[in-house]
């Protein structure tokens, strides 16, 4: 029994790792298709596109990819020896499918273990590189432009009627800050600005008009200064309520949701992206329980082709129900955050449903 429990295990874990390097080979070779004239154009080579598939792939596929390949993995594992009429050799032999089956689900619950600790670690800290990627080049597009133009960041607005990319200054910069609801707190007028290393705006020549909203009809108090900073917000700000949620650990993310909702923000869709990355390793597990019932089916009263179709309309079915129930939980109450763990415990119990009637 343990030897046999062991061939099936070795089958779930090779498969895992070959349909897994395979779909991460794959998709490396369209996203440099489809973005093949950027990497003409860049002049970092072959480091450029490594270091554009090595941010990219892990933030945007691995959490789609990793249980895809639980799925094909398992279904392989028990599929292939099914087709050949192992199962019902071992079947008459007494040994239940549910048995050997179990240590191989224990491996796919451990490799779930080992992906929520990945995306804390390494999948996040390539989220975070993504997203300082993108910041720099938000920050390299205000001095692409040639005329005035408007910049928003967090309770700020900003015009500015030219920009020197070489210095990387600004002319003519009119800042406004506003509270939640709208109001005017304050305008400066600054004849130029220069962005410092830490993000911040340093504004010379500057007016500083501050406004009473308590009192709009008084007129507003105005100071001149030769020189301010400007930090865009306060500290809190730019480090958790302006922060990028999907660069965050779940504790923070947690944190931003609370600081979030006592700035009276919505924080519906943190709390769904919250749950949501809860559930992405459940379903390596979910995945391997409906992998090892249709692989078991195969032989018996359908093809592996067939099979295999019908798990893949499955693995699309899931993923087509959450999507929806995302959709409609952000639209609709906050209670509703937590739906996507409806639709991983349905599947669920699908699959558990599914497993226990194997060999009956």
């Given at each position: ?5 062991r ?8 498969f895992?790792v070959?349909?897994?390097f ?16 950027d ?11 490594a ?7 892990p ?21 292939l ?10 079947q ?19 490799v779930?273990?080992g ?27 205000l ?32 800042v406004f800050e ?6 005017l707190?304050?305008?400066?007028s ?31 108090i105005t ?43 919505d ?13 992405e ?9 409906l ?6 089916g ?14 893949l ?15 409609a939980?952000?639209?609709g ?17 699908y699959?558990?449903w599914c ?6």
């Amino acid at each position: 029994m343990k030897i046999l429990s062991r061939r099936f295990l070795a089958s779930y874990l090779t498969f895992y790792v070959a349909i897994l390097f395979a779909s991460v080979l794959v998709i490396s070779v369209v996203e440099m298709m489809l973005n093949f004239d950027d990497f003409l154009d860049s002049s970092d080579g072959f480091l450029g596109i490594a270091t554009y598939l090595f941010l990219r792939i892990p933030t945007y596929y691995l959490p789609y990819l990793a249980p895809f390949a639980s799925f094909g993995a398992a279904f392989l594992a028990f599929a292939l020896p099914a087709r050949v009429h192992e199962i019902i050799a071992l079947q008459a032999g007494g040994i239940s499918p549910q048995g050997i089956a179990t240590p191989l689900l224990i491996a796919a619950g451990l490799v779930a273990a080992g992906m929520l600790l990945l995306n804390e670690t390494w999948v996040l800290d390539v989220s975070r590189a993504l997203h300082a990627q993108k910041s720099h080049d938000e920050q390299e597009q205000l001095f692409q432009a040639r005329s005035s133009f408007w910049y928003r960041k967090g309770a700020f607005l900003y015009n500015v009627r030219s920009a020197d990319r070489e210095n990387q200054s600004l002319y003519g910069v009119e800042v406004f800050e506003r509270t939640r609801a709208g109001d005017l707190l304050q305008r400066i007028s600054a004849g130029s600005a220069q962005i410092l290393p830490g993000g911040a705006w340093r504004l010379q020549d500057a007016t500083i008009r501050r406004f009473d909203t308590s009192r709009p009809e008084s007129a507003p108090i105005t100071h001149s200064a030769s020189e301010i900073d400007l930090e865009l917000g306060s500290r809190a700000d730019l480090v958790l309520l302006n922060a990028d949620p999907h660069a965050l650990s779940l504790p923070a993310l947690r944190a931003y949701i609370d600081a979030v909702t006592q700035d009276g923000r919505d924080a519906k869709r943190s709390r769904l992206l919250f749950h949501s990355r809860l559930t992405e390793p459940v379903t390596v597990l979910l995945f391997a329980l409906l992998g090892v019932s249709l692989g078991f089916g195969v032989g018996r009263d359908r093809g592996i082709a067939s099979a295999a179709l019908q798990g893949l309309g499955m693995v699309g079915l899931f993923y087509g129900v959450r999507a929806l129930v995302i959709l409609a939980a952000s639209s609709g109450p906050a209670a509703a955050a937590p739906a996507t763990w409806l639709v991983t415990a349905a599947f669920g119990g699908y699959g558990t449903w599914c497993f226990l009637r194997m060999g009956r």
